[in-house]
């Protein structure tokens, strides 16, 4: 919980500013708004909003004619914030999906202060920006000497939002502030730690990825033993399972007067002297652990970017972990300090939705596959439909990383998938990728081999001349995220190279997200990981631009969603409703091939939604791939994305909420009439007028299908 509020005085400073105290951003009228806030860059005024509960809030309207466009606005108020730690608003959003970076400024006289990040929520919720994130612009005066607040929106596409703000408020500076979120794991979920996993984006190893409900057994939370809060976070190495370890998610470490900092943290086993390891940026020590809670601290950490903790018993036993701090200096402190947005995402996440989209029973059980594979001929048509045999064919393969077992690639047929993309790096020899491509063939999955970057020149080819003809190749995937002018250009010396050894195969480089347009492959493709910190409409909206360049070139593009997380930078993975939200979005913006990355996701919501999506894109392949014209499709409401498609004299139509609140909607279907069978779903919604209307949930999609006009 914040320690302390630092009131705000707002003093005359200039001419706009008013001469009164006004608090946060609450103003009695727009008139009186407006003198404290101007548009920059032609944006449009301010005005003031009343909400439903009788409170105001300021309202921000935007109008984008195009991607990357930015809107802006001043507030002018002289700010001490020398004792601040961090800055925290609530906002909501209409047409949240538009918000592509957001950046929040503090102005002094000679340079600014500022924080760019990406997304805003939809529904009211908190914005923390911690002051050691912010980077300078020009030669800023000091925080003491703030003079302006700046609030600035760069778009993601053409069209209209509303960005609305309310209680403004500053925390105090911590001196014991704690750079692990989430360390006394008592943010919501569903059985597994918020910003804490096992050292990689998803489980890659067995037994544990062939059973995750013994991985879930083995690493959970439990409610019935806390040193702080509620929760702690219970490893149970027992038996001959492979001995598991908690890492956190990337943390940084800034700079500090104190130099350095130290690691703490709670722990308590059901031996009488547990050996656990504790480790975090090169440091590390050892610790006996008994049966009564202990503190065990790691000094001497430097400032840092990108680390993480990890605490691992190295021998058999129950250990539980509680009260993880990382702070400033050569002491901890016995109680534990909440890191400054926990409070926040605490309050973030107990409004997601954790629950599964409406489905029937048979389609959310999934499937499994069963080979051996036939080998087929793969094309690209002069429409850019990726084809199998002549046929349309859109892959949805789970991503692997790593393999260190073949069973594994079992796991992922029995889970239903038809594709698999392997990373390649410069280690596997070819035989050992040929016992990769061999096995798949005989499970019935066909290969995306996803080839390192590192690879020697020689190897990749070896690796092409000789698999080249195998039955379980479906492309080659000849880089990932090439960077930098050098990086570009072996890109394309490696696609061209493949395209050269097998002509007979796709090749396709997956750029980074900066790079949407001109993609050199034969297929459009990058990747985009919002959850948590972002919306399913980041990686939507990089498929539509996307998309907008490869219809030029006749290409399919294919997209990189997120699978997994609690790892590194994505402090969770999407829950059930977010992963189809991304998956329908990416769909109706023109992608045709998807990849989930990386690895069995930790949740059994995630992994079961995967399984269903595999069901539903192969029903829908027909209609997506069709080449008749369909009527333009409406909707009444604002971030609800839809679109038609006639196949086999049915008129499909795609839907989904977008966004995170519930809607009521009226589509909008010319020549529909009679009733629209909701696909997958088992009902029917009536047609009235070319009109259904419908309900949508958090992020919820629906799929309709009437008889074409």
């Not at 609450?26 to 909003?49: H, I, K, L, N």
């Not at 009109?691 to 992020?699: A, E, H, K, M, N």
Request: aromatic share 10%.
């Amino acid at each position: 919980m914040p320690k302390l509020l630092l009131a705000l005085s707002l003093l005359a400073v200039s001419p706009l500013a008013f001469a009164q105290p006004v608090p946060g951003f609450t103003y009695p009228d727009t008139d009186t708004a407006r003198r404290f806030w101007q548009p920059q860059f032609g944006s449009q005024p301010v005005r003031v909003e009343k909400l439903p509960d009788g409170s105001a809030c300021i309202a921000l309207d935007a109008e984008f004619k195009a991607a990357g466009e930015r809107v802006c606005w001043d507030w002018f108020a002289p700010l001490d914030l020398s004792q601040a730690g961090s800055i925290i608003f609530d906002a909501s959003t209409t047409n949240a999906g538009l918000a592509d970076l957001v950046g929040i400024y503090c102005g002094t006289p000679n340079g600014w202060y500022a924080s760019i990040e990406r997304g805003l929520p939809d529904a009211w919720g908190p914005v923390v920006r911690g002051l050691e994130s912010f980077g300078t612009e020009g030669a800023p005066d000091g925080w003491g000497k703030v003079t302006v607040f700046r609030f600035s929106v760069w778009g993601a596409g053409p069209g209209k939002a509303t960005f609305r703000l309310r209680r403004l408020r500053i925390v105090a500076r911590d001196p014991h502030a704690n750079y692990i979120r989430n360390g006394s794991f008592e943010a919501p979920g569903v059985g597994v730690p918020y910003a804490w996993g096992s050292g990689h984006w998803g489980i890659g190893n067995l037994p544990w990825a062939a059973d995750m409900d013994l991985w879930r057994k083995h690493f959970h939370l439990d409610p019935t033993i806390a040193h702080d809060g509620k929760t702690s976070l219970c490893l149970d190495n027992t038996g001959d399972l492979p001995l598991l370890r908690a890492v956190s998610a990337c943390i940084t470490l800034p700079k500090t007067t104190v130099g350095t900092y130290i690691l703490s943290a709670w722990l308590k086993s059901d031996q009488a002297a547990l050996p656990v390891s504790v480790d975090c940026g090169g440091k590390g020590m050892t610790a006996n652990v008994g049966a009564e809670w202990q503190q065990v601290a790691l000094k001497g950490l430097p400032p840092q970017n990108d680390t993480a903790v990890a605490i691992a018993p190295t021998s058999k036993g129950k250990l539980w972990i509680d009260a993880v701090q990382i702070q400033p200096g050569d002491q901890p402190t016995a109680e534990f300090h909440p890191n400054d947005g926990d409070e926040a995402l605490i309050a973030r996440e107990k409004l997601v939705d954790w629950s599964p989209p409406r489905r029937t029973a048979e389609v959310a059980a999934g499937r499994s596959i069963t080979g051996p594979l036939q080998a087929a001929k793969v094309s690209i048509d002069a429409d850019g439909r990726f084809l199998l045999d002549g046929k349309p064919y859109i892959q949805h393969s789970l991503g692997l990383e790593f393999i260190t077992d073949l069973g594994m690639i079992d796991v992922v047929a029995k889970l239903g998938f038809h594709d698999i993309c392997i990373e390649i790096n410069p280690s596997i020899t070819t035989d050992k990728l040929r016992s990769y491509f061999d096995r798949c063939a005989q499970v019935g999955l066909r290969v995306i081999p996803w080839l390192d970057g590192a690879i020697p020149r020689e190897r990749f080819i070896e690796h092409i001349k000789a698999l080249k003809d195998h039955p379980a190749l479906l492309t080659w995937y000849v880089i990932d995220e090439p960077n930098g002018e050098e990086g570009l250009k072996e890109a394309n010396a490696r696609y061209e190279l493949a395209k050269e050894l097998d002509p007979g195969h796709p090749a396709l480089i997956n750029y980074l997200s900066n790079k949407l347009e001109g993609h050199r492959g034969d297929i459009y493709s990058t990747d985009v990981y919002p959850i948590p910190h972002g919306a399913p409409t980041d990686a939507i909206n990089s498929v539509a631009r996307m998309k907008a360049a490869a219809e030029k070139q006749h290409k399919p593009v294919w997209m990189w969603l997120q699978g997994t997380g609690y790892a590194y930078w994505m402090d969770r993975e999407p829950s059930p409703r977010e992963l189809s939200c991304m998956v329908y979005g990416s769909l109706i913006a023109g992608a045709r091939g998807i990849y989930w990355f990386a690895q069995i996701p930790r949740t059994k919501q995630c992994l079961d939604e995967m399984r269903a999506m595999c069901v539903e894109i192969d029903a829908l392949t027909p209609a997506l791939s069709s080449l008749q014209q369909a009527p333009p499709v409406t909707c009444d409401q604002q971030g609800i994305m839809c679109k038609a498609f006639v196949s086999e004299g049915k008129l499909w139509v795609l839907a989904v909420n977008t966004q995170s609140t519930a809607k009521s909607a009226r589509l909008t279907v010319p020549g529909a009439k009679g009733q629209a069978e909701v696909v997958f779903e088992g009902r029917r919604v009536p047609v009235t007028n070319s009109v259904l209307q419908d309900r949508f949930g958090s992020y919820e999609r629906h799929v309709y299908r009437v008889g074409a006009p």
